[in-house]
C-alpha cells in the first residue's frame, strides 16, 4: 500500500502549497506469478535486476505466466455455453458497470457520485455477489469514483485497478484513504497490458495515464472480449484518445459503451466507424450538459447502430455464450421527456452540509468551508466568489459550474 500512500500524501502536499489549482515499457525476459495472489512475484529484468512485486492476477486464480509482450494467458479449461453477464447500472449522471465471467469473477468499472453507493450496494446483494475482484477506477472524476468509495468500505475488493492521475478533490482524497484503510492491493492500468484469462476471455488496457491537465484523457478504456463478443468500455476518453487508440489496437466490438455519457467530446465518426458496433449503451441522467450531444447520437444512428439509455432503460443487463449476445432493454428512440436543468442544480447559498456534496468536486471538507464562509461573509454573489473559500481555486469552480446555481 505504499503506492496509495505515496499518492495520498503527495495529493495533501498539493493541497496544501496550491490550494487553488487541480491539478518504455519495460522488456522482460519471464514473469512467472504464484496461482496465490498472497504469494510475492518474482521479476527477471533484461539487466538481471530482480523485483519482488505484490501483483494478483487479474480475474483469475489460475497459474499465469508474464510474456514480454505484457501478455497474460491462463491455462484454464474454458466451459462451455456459459454465459458472461455485463451489467450497466443507472447511477444517474455518471457511470458504473458490473461484469461477470462464466466461472464468477467479477469486475466493478466506475460507481458514479457518492450517493450512487446505496444503488450499487443494492445491485450487488441482488446478484448475490458479496465480493469483487477487481474494481477499476477509470478516473478520478466525481461522477466515477464516487459511488466506489462507500463499495471499497462494504464490499470484500481483492484490487483496484486506477489510471494513476492524482486529483485534489475530497473525493479523490476519500478514495485513496478508503483503499489505504482496507488495504486493497492497488495497480496503476498500464496501455497496452493484454489480460487473457478464460473464461473472461480477455481484458485489453487501450488507455490510461495521459500528462493532459484534462482528468478526461487519463481515462481506462477497456476492450473485453469473450469468444467473438467484443464490449469497448470508454469511460470519459475524448477523440484525441480515440485517434491515438486507433493507430495501435483493434478496437471492433459489438457493443459501445459510449465515451462521456454521448458528450461531442467523444465517439468521433472515425471512431465508430472502426468500431462498428451493433448496438451502444449511454449512460447518463438528468444534467446540465446536453448529454447525450444529439450530434453523437445521430452519428450512431446513421450507422444503424442501436442505442440504449440507461436514463430511459434504468439498469441494463446484456448476457452472452460468446458467439451472440442478448441485450435485456428496449432500443432507445433518443426521445425523452423535457426535463428543467434547474430543478437539479443545489443553490450554494441556501444548501445545507449534505446537499453540498451532491456538487461534483465537493465533500465534506469543502461543503463544511463553504458553510463557514457563507456564515461569515453571507451569500455568493458570484461564481467567481468561491475562489476565496479554502482549497477551492478556479479549475474546482468549473467543476462545479454545472451543477451549482446562486439561487
Known amino acids: 500500500m505504499k503506492q496509495v500512500r505515496t499518492m495520498f500524501f503527495s495529493v495533501l502536499i498539493m493541497l496544501l502549497f496550491v490550494p487553488d489549482e ?18 510475492a512475484v518474482t521479476t527477471q529484468t533484461e539487466n538481471g535486476i530482480t523485483d519482488y512485486l505484490d501483483v494478483p492476477p487479474l480475474l483469475s486464480n489460475n497459474h499465469i505466466t508474464y510474456l514480454s509482450s505484457s501478455v497474460l494467458s491462463a491455462h484454464a479449461t474454458e466451459p462451455e455455453d456459459e454465459e458472461m453477464t455485463i451489467h450497466f447500472l443507472d447511477v444517474g449522471q455518471g457511470d458504473s458497470m458490473l461484469v461477470e465471467s462464466p466461472t464468477g469473477e467479477t ?51 481483492k484490487n483496484v485497478l486506477d489510471s494513476g492521475k492524482e486529483h485534489t478533490t475530497d473525493t479523490y482524497l476519500d478514495y485513496l484513504e478508503v483503499i489505504d484503510e482496507q488495504n486493497i492491493n ?10 487473457d484469462v478464460a473464461p473472461l476471455a480477455q481484458v485489453q488496457i487501450l488507455n490510461g495515464y495521459n500528462e493532459s491537465s484534462d482528468l478526461n484523457e487519463s481515462s481506462i478504456v477497456l476492450r473485453v472480449s ?22 495501435q489496437y483493434d478496437v471492433e466490438a459489438e457493443i459501445l459503451k459510449a465515451g462521456h455519457h454521448g458528450a461531442d467530446t467523444s465517439t468521433s465518426s472515425s471512431f465508430v466507424d472502426a468500431v462498428d458496433p451493433e448496438a451502444a449503451v449511454l449512460s447518463y441522467g438528468d444534467n446540465n450538459y446536453g448529454h447525450p450531444d444529439p450530434d453523437v447520437m445521430e452519428r450512431l444512428r446513421v450507422h444503424d447502430t442501436d442505442l440504449f439509455s440507461t436514463d430511459d432503460s434504468g439498469h441494463i443487463t446484456v448476457t452472452t455464450e460468446g458467439n451472440h449476445y442478448d441485450i435485456h432493454a428496449q432500443p432507445w428512440d433518443g426521445t425523452e421527456e ?22 461534483t468536486g465537493v465533500g465534506p471538507t469543502l461543503a463544511q468551508n463553504i458553510l463557514d464562509y457563507r456564515e461569515a461573509n453571507g451569500p455568493f454573489e458570484s461564481m467567481e466568489e468561491l475562489d476565496n473559500v479554502p482549497y477551492i481555486g478556479p479549475a474546482t469552480i468549473e467543476e462545479m459550474r454545472p451543477d451549482i446555481t446562486l439561487g
Open 186 to 195: 492497488f495497480v496503476e492500468a498500464q496501455e497496452g497490458d493484454d489480460v
Open 226 to 247: 469473450y469468444k467473438d463478443i467484443d464490449v469497448m468500455f470508454m469511460g470519459d476518453a475524448t477523440e484525441e484518445n480515440e485517434e491515438e487508440i486507433l493507430e
Open 22 to 39: 487541480a491539478s518504455a515499457e519495460t522488456k522482460t525476459k519471464e514473469h512467472t506469478l504464484a496461482a496465490s495472489s498472497d504469494e
Open 107 to 157: 469486475m466493478l468499472i466506475d460507481g458514479g457520485r457518492q450517493w450512487e453507493t446505496d444503488t450499487i450496494l443494492s445491485y450487488l446483494e441482488k446478484e448475490e455477489i458479496d465480493e469483487l475482484d477487481w474494481v477499476v477506477g477509470t478516473h478520478p472524476d466525481a461522477d466515477h469514483i464516487g459511488g466506489l468509495i462507500g463499495v471499497l468500505e462494504e464490499v470484500e475488493v
Open 338 to 359: 423535457d426535463t428543467d436543468p434547474a430543478q437539479e442544480l443545489v443553490n450554494i447559498n441556501t444548501a445545507g452540509f449534505e446537499e453540498l456534496q451532491e456538487i
